[in-house]
């Protein structure tokens, strides 16, 4: 445990929401009026995950490793760059300990899918569920979230290599 290196991570993203997308949010593509717009499918809270992750291992941010000006990602899904993110950190021989995401929107209501995105996470982060931890909340209609003009998502990350 003494040698055993601790390190932790922040991100953030934010995408619009428009008609005619759909909307994808921890792995789980959930039934609304809008989805959020992007180059990938634009999951918003994986996108915030993914640079927590990168962040405590300092290995730059998501456009970084994943370029929106690359055709290669476009329309992917956000999924398969958790898993490539997940294997950068393990190159570097970081385990994951846990992490926790925080949804910002009005609509829809997250509640009823957490178990789902802890289970979609989980097992794509090779971790237990109970190391996911995923809350939504309003911003009382306030500001660009409050106007359901986009979603923004913040996740922590806590990493260590044995
Ligand atoms: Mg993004």
Redesign the pocket.
């Known amino acids: 445990m003494s040698n055993c290196k601790f390190r932790t991570g922040l991100g953030f993203?934010v995408?619009r929401l428009v008609e005619d997308r759909d909307l994808w949010l921890c792995g789980v593509k959930l039934d609304h009026t809008h989805g959020l717009l992007?180059h990938s499918d634009?999951d918003?809270a994986i996108?915030a995950l993914c640079d927590a992750l990168l962040g405590a291992a300092a290995l730059r941010d998501?456009g970084y490793h994943f370029p929106d000006s690359d055709p290669a990602y476009k329309g992917a899904d956000s999924k398969i760059l958790l898993k490539e993110v997940v294997r950068l950190l393990s190159d570097k021989g970081y385990l994951i300990g846990n992490v926790d995401i925080t949804i910002c929107t009005e609509a829809p209501k997250i509640n009823p899918h957490i178990t789902r995105m802890q289970t979609t996470l989980a097992e794509i982060m090779q971790v237990d569920i109970d190391d996911i931890s995923i809350k939504a909340t309003t911003t009382e209609r306030l500001g660009f979230t409050g106007r359901r003009e986009g979603i923004s998502a913040y996740a922590t990350a806590l990493i260590y290599r044995p």
């Open positions: 993203d995408h992007g634009a918003v996108h998501i």
